[in-house]
């Protein structure tokens, strides 16, 4: 393996640690380890068999311009091997790390950056690639099954994530295939000749992926994460998902806008069944006005002397539920003179209804501006429901889904005082009504669309809002690996202070852009960890006249990286210049006795503008030999970030031996999309906020309203508490008509018949 791809990834096969908090970072980071030291050495055989596989293909080749064809690729391949293996080191390490981050919430930073919409054409070349690339994955996921179904759902069990699909996490063979796919473009070969290095790909590397699949598996059952999962994919489980959580903003389903289609015909066929001594069945449930009758013996209304009366009760305010059959009885017989009667079913259709407006009207859920609109389609509701029969047997009917659309509408509309364009609904609804159901199927289309441009916005904002804290962890997170490098590298020894002054604040910004530009494990990181510790190197004493020597041989190396590194970082002349003059005295110091005169230490120090750090105890004197300290320290460097084993600022270590409750564990697997009402310490009200985003990187949950703004930024620990002092609850997603009908049939069933 050359140098190069190995100081960009270093296989780590510790000893296992069994039990303890798995860290998603600390998981991912070795296992992606495991993944890079399982596949190198078979791509280092591989690329040795492509060689020979290509000389035979020459060999064998029918005519000159093939035979050419194939002796370039051979030489290309070696030219380029090193970077081939570089690049695909670097794809797979890509892949493990955007585990850690957003996923395709925000979109492209750049929208230069974004893909073409609609549909594009694809080459003849590129469908082959695809072809051969999706079949060698195909075959090793049927081969290796079980074993990829448990990685997956162990992993997204880490990563608090629901089980991905097929190819939905980094081990699945396709992320092996498509990385070197395009390591590959790094030669310009004909088609047929990749589709040859493909090939043997397919042989050497992918079929023989197996034994890191049962060693990633062992690692995480030895974690303790999901140990007892049953092997074998299996339909996904029913019950809330990150779908059903995230319908409370979207709007109702097909199958979320009613209960059960019987639920309000058994209830209107109860009521209107005839009892001992005339007179609908008695219900008596509280608060309603179930059993009451209407008077004995009086003619009874037909549907245009009932729909009358309806339309002479339209009124601002709604009438209260045990007020409202009284009411109707009113307006059908305004002088009083004459005996009135309702019918069975009319009057149990108008019981129902005011029972669910009662429900509906004192729903603390609901806004009062929301109350307040809501209740002004009593009458015409109920105009429906003793017309339209439908209203009871149909769960899609309009006037049931526009309630309940109506009922979902976003609480901020509420909260700014309503929406002109809602009012406008209701308004035409309720001047229109004549019991036809038409008008609402018109209102709920529009009001569809109202919701539907409120939530492409919300849905804009929200990416914004998200992609702003995103940016905000992903600085954390490079920040964190820049400050272990330089951590590592200066590893307590002595170094004037203005060195250590360079290395933890200019270098560690170097390392940091480097890391967010290029990632952890490139070229250029290689490159300023290289110069980082052959500074540390260059400073410690040199006793040996032949360190002496190889100081002076590795100075123009180590002055040319530092320059290049203040030419990137754009360091001001003064800083550089005063810092190079106090190495060239240090270094001219070193080079000339072995150990300085007494005196020297000072003046240096006070040439420097401070003094020479006192000797710390380093953990293992620094080697004669420059090169191995540097490819020894800088080894362990990445070892160490690329297995997450840093810690982040402002990061503490979670408390040990801790038992979980209910509300942490409630709190920790919270998933995103789901609606919370959350009242702080210092509010009346609760706000009802959405869980956009949980960052694995350092633990905040960001919320937002909807839309789409941020609210609240709390960590899994503050929304524990939050639901055990009960000022967090999981907002109710199911619609409000619909939860007023449970309720009603649940207070019907405890009632005898």
């Known amino acids: 393996m050359n140098s190069k791809a190995e100081d960009n990834v270093v296989a780590f096969r510790a000893a296992m640690r069994a039990g303890g908090t798995a860290s998603p970072r600390e998981v991912v980071g070795y296992c992606r380890n495991l993944a890079m030291g399982h596949v190198q050495p078979l791509l280092q055989e591989m690329l040795d068999k492509a060689d020979d596989a290509l000389f035979r293909l020459a060999d064998k080749a029918e005519d000159n311009r093939t035979q050419t064809a194939y002796f370039e690729a051979m030489r290309a391949l070696r030219r380029q091997r090193s970077t081939v293996e570089s690049e695909y080191a670097t794809q797979l390490a890509r892949t493990f790390d955007a585990l850690l981050l957003p996923r395709g919430k925000a979109g492209p930073a750049d929208p230069a950056q974004a893909q073409p919409q609609g549909l594009t054409l694809v080459g003849s070349d590129e469908l082959e690639e695809n072809l051969a690339v999706e079949g060698m994955a195909g075959k090793v996921r049927r081969t290796h099954q079980t074993a990829l179904y448990g990685i997956g759902h162990r992993l997204a069990h880490v990563l608090q994530r629901p089980p991905p699909d097929e190819a939905g996490h980094p081990l699945d063979p396709e992320t092996f295939c498509q990385a070197f796919r395009e390591a590959l473009r790094a030669l310009d070969l004909e088609i047929r000749i990749r589709l040859v290095i493909l090939k043997l790909f397919d042989q050497h590397v992918a079929s023989r992926l197996g034994p890191l699949y049962e060693e990633v598996n062992a690692y995480l059952v030895g974690r303790g994460i999901l140990p007892d999962l049953r092997q074998g994919p299996a339909p996904r489980a029913s019950g809330p998902s990150r779908e059903g959580a995230a319908a409370s903003s979207t709007g109702p389903g097909p199958e979320e806008e009613g209960g059960g289609e019987g639920d309000l015909v058994a209830l209107l066929q109860r ?147 309503g929406d002109g364009r809602l009012q406008d609904l209701v308004e035409g609804l309720v001047s229109a009504s004549d019991g036809d159901a038409t008008a609402f199927a018109e209102a709920l289309e529009a009001l569809q669309g109202l919701q539907e441009a409120a939530r492409a916005a919300a849905d804009r904002e929200e990416a914004s809002t998200t992609r702003a804290v995103q940016d905000q962890d992903r600085a ?71 360190a002496r020597e190889q100081l002076r041989h590795l100075l123009p190396t180590l002055l040319r990286g530092l320059q290049e590194g203040m030419d990137r970082l754009e360091l001001p002349p003064g800083e550089r210049r005063a810092l190079l003059d106090l190495l060239a005295r240090e270094h001219a110091r070193l080079v000339r006795r072995p150990e300085p005169a007494e005196g020297d230490a000072d003046k240096a120090a006070e040439a420097g503008g401070g003094t020479v750090s006192a000797p710390h105890a380093a953990s293992e004197p620094v080697p004669a030999d420059g090169r191995s300290f540097m490819a020894r320290k800088v080894e362990e460097i990445n070892r160490r970030i690329s297995e997450g084993r840093f810690t982040l600022p402002g990061e503490t270590a979670p408390a040990e031996g801790g038992v979980e409750d209910l509300h942490a564990m409630t709190a920790r697997e919270l998933e995103e999309g789901t609606w919370l009402e959350h009242r702080a310490e210092d509010e009346a009200q609760p706000v009802r906020m959405k869980l956009s985003w949980k960052s694995l990187i350092s633990g905040r949950y960001l919320f937002v309203d909807a839309r789409g703004l941020k609210v609240r930024e709390m960590d899994a620990t503050s929304l524990a508490a939050a639901f055990r002092a009960g000022r967090a609850r999981i907002a109710e997603h199911t619609p409000v008509f619909e939860r007023a009908i449970g309720s009603l049939m649940q207070r019907l069933e405890a009632e005898p018949d």
Do not use: C, Y
């Open 271 to 417: 009521l209107a069944r005839p009892r001992p001594g005339g007179g609908a069945a008695a219900g008596g449930v509280p608060g309603g006005t179930f059993g009451q009758g209407s008077p004995a013996g009086g003619a009874v209304a037909d549907a245009p002397a009932l729909a009358a009366a309806l339309s002479r009760l339209a009124a601002d305010e709604p009438i209260p539920g045990a007020q409202l059959k009284g009411a109707v009885m009113g307006a059908l017989d305004p002088g009083g003179g004459r005996a009135v009667a309702l019918s069975g079913m009319d009057e149990s259709a108008i019981d129902i209804v005011a029972m669910l407006f009662d429900f509906i009207l004192d729903d603390p859920t609901l806004p009062a501006p929301a109350r307040a609109l809501i209740g002004r389609l009593q009458i015409p509701v109920l105009k429906v429901a003793v017309l339209d029969k439908s209203f009871f047997s149909q769960r899609r009917h309009p006037v049931r889904r526009f309630l309940s659309a109506l009922s979902r509408v976003d609480v901020a509309w509420w909260e700014e005082g």
């Open 476 to 546: 954390l997170l490079t920040r964190g690996m820049a400050e272990e490098a330089v951590a590592r590298v200066m590893e307590g020894r002595p170094l004037p202070p203005p060195v250590e002054a360079f290395l933890q604040g200019a270098w560690r910004d170097l390392l940091m852009d480097i890391a967010r530009r290029e990632g952890q494990g490139g070229e250029f990181w290689q490159q300023a960890l290289n110069v980082a510790s052959l500074l540390v190197w260059s400073l410690a004493p040199k006793p040996d006249p032949q």
